[in-house]
């Protein structure tokens, strides 16, 4: 949410759907995601998105490094 009102403060224009149509993409090229904690709409459709792909889904650190490091 607040990056989303950042973005909306500085008149980027887009609505949340947007917003979440272009990061989706972004997440489609991600190697990974790692999901902080924390109550999150846009998060846990981030962290779906990914796993519907294939997408690694993390959420912690450590198993970040350790799945970079194998």
């Not at 190697?31 to 709409?41: C, F, H, I, W, Y």
């Amino acid at each position: 949410g607040s990056v989303y009102a950042l973005a909306s403060a500085a008149g980027c224009g887009l609505s949340h759907a947007e917003w979440l149509a272009v990061d989706l993409a972004f997440v489609e090229r991600a190697d990974a995601v790692l999901r902080l904690p924390g109550e999150s709409t846009g998060a846990d459709m981030e962290t779906a998105h990914a796993a519907a792909k294939g997408i690694p889904v993390f959420s912690s650190v450590a198993d970040v490094v350790a799945w970079f490091s194998e």
